[in-house]
């Protein structure tokens, strides 16, 4: 438990540097504050991914039956997302290869900002929905 707070404090501080480097990027419009924007993106992936594998690590699983469609449902939601935006930022990658200064395109970095807040958005309402509801199978075995 105290590894995930630590993970949460760590979000939170990366979410906060990606938007100041975005807000950089816009008013700046250099290639450094560009280049700082794409650099935080993998630490703030890695974060998130290792922030859902210590919350996989907490889930229980009280009923066979039950336990494994929880953790089947949020594995699913959290790794296609997480498959997605990996891709997206994959690709990004390998365009700017081809084709230089794409990543120096102020409508790519403000549109991946918002494929990035959908992510986190997805991954965090599973995590949250996939606790909610092992609380409650919890609070419905003891109460019987």
Same mark, same amino acid.
């Given at each position: 438990?105290?590894?995930?707070?630590?993970?949460?404090?760590?979000?939170?501080?990366?979410?906060?540097?990606?938007?100041?480097?975005?807000?950089?990027?816009?008013?700046?419009?250099?290639?450094?504050?560009?280049?700082?924007?794409?650099?935080?993106?993998?630490?703030?992936?890695?974060?998130?991914?290792?922030?859902?594998?210590?919350?996989?690590?907490?889930?229980?699983?009280?009923?066979?039956?039950?336990?494994?469609?929880?953790?089947?449902?949020?594995?699913?939601?959290?790794?296609?997302?997480?498959?997605?935006?990996?891709?997206?930022?994959?690709?990004?990658?390998?365009?700017?290869?081809?084709?230089?200064?794409?990543?120096?395109?102020?409508?790519?970095?403000?549109?991946?900002?918002?494929?990035? &807040?959908?992510?986190?958005?997805?991954?965090?309402?599973?995590?949250?929905?996939?606790?909610?509801?092992?609380?409650?199978? &919890?609070?419905?075995?003891?109460?019987?």
């Amino acid at each position: 438990m105290q590894k995930s707070n630590l993970i949460k404090k760590l979000l939170v501080v990366v979410n906060f540097i990606v938007v100041i480097f975005l807000i950089a990027t816009i008013i700046f419009n250099t290639k450094l504050t560009y280049s700082l924007y794409w650099i935080s993106i993998p630490v703030l992936i890695f974060l998130i991914v290792w922030f859902m594998f210590e919350v996989d690590k907490g889930l229980i699983e009280i009923n066979k039956n039950e336990g494994k469609s929880i953790r089947r449902s949020y594995n699913d939601i959290t790794v296609v997302s997480t498959v997605f935006y990996g891709l997206i930022y994959l690709g990004i990658e390998f365009i700017d290869m081809i084709n230089h200064d794409i990543r120096n395109n102020i409508y790519l970095v403000c549109g991946f900002f918002a494929i990035t &807040l959908l992510y986190e958005l997805f991954v965090f309402t599973a995590i949250k929905s996939a606790k909610k509801e092992t609380s409650e199978l &919890l609070n419905n075995k003891f109460m019987k």
